[in-house]
């Protein structure tokens, strides 16, 4: 009778009917029954075929998306899990499309900024970069130069004096090699792209790829792999803004957040870091515990009239090898709530602070200052210039690993 009731709460009409077929032959299988034998392995197999079926629940899509100025055909994936977790990306930047999750009442709303078209991305060219993976070289390089191996190197400028997440054309701009896949415990897309020699300035040719699994666990994980032929700068990350009360709803200020850095690295006026690693006690960048987002976020301090708000590298604390957790976001309004874990040392908090009204987004959603936040895993800003900081250089006998874990949850 269990089988049954548990049939019953699934609501998928081809389980129902088979816990219902394993339920008849459970009533048939009494002492003495000749056909005994042959009936259990009948059940053995209809549960084997249900457990077949759960592993195989989460579904995998891909659809056509349009096709770029020059003809590129850019395609959407649509990774669904056993939850109704569903998450969309396209292979043009990378770009992760839309992430629905589920508040505490189980009501499930996209909670990341973008657009519902490739056109939105590409007639914008995406300045804020909306869920996007940026690189060569993610977040900023001072006056776009640095030197490497006694050779220096002039890069693009396309953030006042300096460089930021790869140039003018990065990787959050080109159409990846794309291709889903199926396990038992997951779904995911791998997505590829490899950039020549020279490209926006950076030296050797770049073979990269990045993964996105969805398990039923509500996670979604990021895997990014490199190599190169000659050394040059790497720092890949993913560049999405979340909102969890949903996607243009309201800002971010009431979030509360926890970042598990005792430092951070401030910038000068251009944000590029000064070097220094500095403490965050008594100062607004202070994390450790829960906080509101809002609740220092224009206080009277030099750092956050240079970012218009946070716009800042913290230094995390790595107490392991390996991955770690660094992030706890919850969204008290709708219990919804965020942990990330990550290989990376460093996190770039950002608070939608140059979101001014002028971009109209998803379903027609305004955004206005503040309605998204990024939480980019990431090495140092401007770490080929600064020695003090973890290295950036990726060498040809080397191979780049990095992940980052993105975990759903509710708060009751």
């Given at each position: 009778m269990r089988a049954f009731i548990l049939g019953e709460s699934i609501d998928c009409a081809r389980s129902r009917g088979l816990y219902a077929r394993v339920f008849r032959v459970c009533e048939n299988v009494v002492p003495g029954n000749p056909f005994a034998r042959s009936e259990r392995w009948g059940m053995i197999l209809a549960f084997l075929l249900l457990a077949t079926s759960f592993a195989n629940g989460a579904t995998v899509t891909r659809a056509p998306f349009g096709k770029t100025a020059d003809g590129g055909a850019v395609e959407l994936f649509t990774l669904t899990n056993t939850n109704g977790v569903q998450i969309r990306i396209t292979n043009y930047g990378a770009i992760i499309v839309s992430i629905r999750v589920p508040d505490r009442n189980g009501k499930l709303d996209d909670v990341v900024l973008g657009y519902d078209t490739l056109e939105g991305y590409t007639a914008s060219g995406n300045p804020r970069f909306?869920?996007?993976?940026?690189?060569?070289?993610?977040?900023r390089i001072a006056n776009g130069r640095f030197t490497l191996d006694g050779k220096n190197y002039q890069?693009?400028?396309?953030?006042?004096?300096?460089?930021?997440?790869?140039?003018?054309?990065?990787f959050d701009k080109v159409v990846w090699r794309a291709e889903p896949f199926k396990k038992d415990d997951s779904i995911g897309v791998v997505l590829e792209h490899t950039s020549p020699d020279g490209d926006e300035g950076y030296p050797g040719t770049l073979k990269a790829r990045v993964t996105y699994t969805l398990n039923d666990r509500n996670e979604l994980i990021v895997d990014y792999y490199a190599t190169?032929?000659?050394?040059?700068?790497?720092?890949?990350?993913?560049?999405?803004?979340?909102?969890?009360?949903?996607?243009?709803?309201?800002?971010?200020?009431?979030?509360?957040?926890?970042?598990?850095?005792?430092?951070?690295?401030?910038?000068?006026?251009?944000?590029?870091?000064?070097?220094?690693?500095?403490?965050?006690?008594?100062?607004p960048f202070d994390f450790r515990k829960p906080t509101r987002i809002g609740a220092r976020i224009d206080a009277d301090d030099e750092q956050i009239r240079y970012g218009l708000g946070y716009d800042h590298n913290f230094v995390l604390n790595r107490r392991?090898?390996?991955?770690?957790?660094?992030?706890?976001?919850?969204?008290?309004?709708?219990?919804?709530?965020?942990?990330?874990?990550t290989t990376q040392p460093g996190l770039q908090f950002f608070t939608g602070n140059k979101l001014d009204g002028s971009i109209t987004g998803k379903a027609g959603h305004v955004y206005n200052k503040r309605f998204g936040l990024c939480l980019e895993t990431q090495h140092f800003p401007d770490s080929p210039n600064k020695a003090n900081f973890p290295s950036t250089i990726l060498r040809p006998d080397e191979k780049y690993n990095s992940r980052t874990v993105f975990a759903f949850g509710v708060s009751k």
């Open positions: 909306f869920g996007a993976v940026v690189g060569r070289y993610g977040n890069l693009a400028t396309n953030n006042g004096p300096n460089h930021l997440h790869g140039g003018v054309k990065g190169t032929d000659k050394p040059t700068p790497l720092n890949l990350t993913q560049h999405t803004y979340f909102n969890l009360a949903g996607d243009g709803k309201r800002d971010i200020t009431d979030h509360i957040i926890t970042i598990d850095a005792d430092r951070y690295t401030p910038v000068d006026a251009t944000m590029i870091p000064t070097g220094a690693l500095t403490p965050v006690d008594s100062t392991t090898d390996g991955l770690f957790h660094a992030v706890r976001l919850v969204d008290p309004a709708s219990g919804r709530t965020l942990d990330i874990s």
